[in-house]
């Protein structure tokens, strides 16, 4: 089983700071890593596929890079809205596995 | 527009039967582009893939649920089901079903998830 290890575990940011996160995984998985956000009492929401290209509608501050074993999300220019867990996914290989997530709050 | 929802009951008693079901409105469950899938979080574990089912029937699924998971299709009603036997305290979850294409490898549509407590 591929693990995903996400850092920081949290992160304390002001508003229109830039935020930076981290997935690696245990082994190489190209770019079959993707990006979610959610929300206390939501469910997921898609962010970024395939480590690089935004989901329909997302914000142009939201980003991410990265492939084989490390990428990151980046938010430019944080807003209030952004306050989230945001979790790491892989589907390189089954089982599809999820990062423990980022805590990003606003100060 | 597409819409998934969870329902079944809040509580389960320890080493009864778990059973959910997913109705997926806006779109056929019969279509050949996507899959169907099952994932739960837990404050311990996180965010889980329980399995996935193709409208054929296909099935696949995480080896950590495998003996105790079935996962089944009624196309009829267009809606999925999620069955964990023998649940311990350990399967209190909120559980998700969620759809992936067949094109693409992530879930791109959650539903609103649903809160199951094992206890006596």
């Known amino acids: 089983e591929i693990v995903l290890t996400q850092s920081p575990d949290f992160q304390s940011v002001t508003p229109k700071e830039k935020v930076t996160i981290t997935c690696r995984a245990s082994?190489?998985?190209?770019?079959?890593l993707h990006w979610y956000q959610q929300k206390p009492g939501q469910s997921p929401k898609l962010l970024i596929k395939?480590?690089?290209q935004p989901f329909s509608g997302v914000p142009s501050r939201f980003s991410g890079s990265g492939s084989g074993t490390d990428f990151t999300l980046t938010i430019n220019s944080l807003e209030a809205e952004d306050a989230a867990t945001y979790y790491c996914?892989?589907?390189?290989?089954?089982?599809?596995?999820f990062g423990r997530g980022t805590k990003v709050e606003i100060k | 527009q597409l819409q998934l929802q969870e329902s079944g009951p809040g509580l389960v008693k320890p080493s009864e039967t778990l059973s959910l079901t997913c109705t997926v409105s806006?779109?056929?469950?019969?279509?050949?582009?996507?899959?169907w899938a099952w994932i739960r979080q837990t404050p311990g574990k996180g965010l889980e893939w329980i399995g996935t089912?193709?409208?054929?029937?296909?099935?696949y699924y995480n080896p950590s649920f495998k003996s105790r998971v079935t996962i089944s299709v009624e196309t009829s009603k267009n809606q999925f089901s999620l069955k964990i036997n023998s649940v311990t305290a350990a399967d209190t979850a909120v559980y998700y079903c969620?759809?992936?294409?067949?094109?693409?490898?992530?879930?791109?549509?959650w539903g609103q998830g649903t809160t199951v407590t094992v206890s006596s």
């Open positions: 089912i193709f409208y054929s029937g296909a099935t």
């Open positions: 996914h892989q589907s390189s290989s089954s089982p599809w596995t």
């Open positions: 806006g779109d056929s469950i019969s279509s050949s582009s996507y899959f």
């Open positions: 395939y480590a690089s």
């Open positions: 082994q190489s998985i190209g770019s079959n």
């Open positions: 969620a759809r992936r294409g067949t094109g693409y490898y992530y879930m791109d549509v």
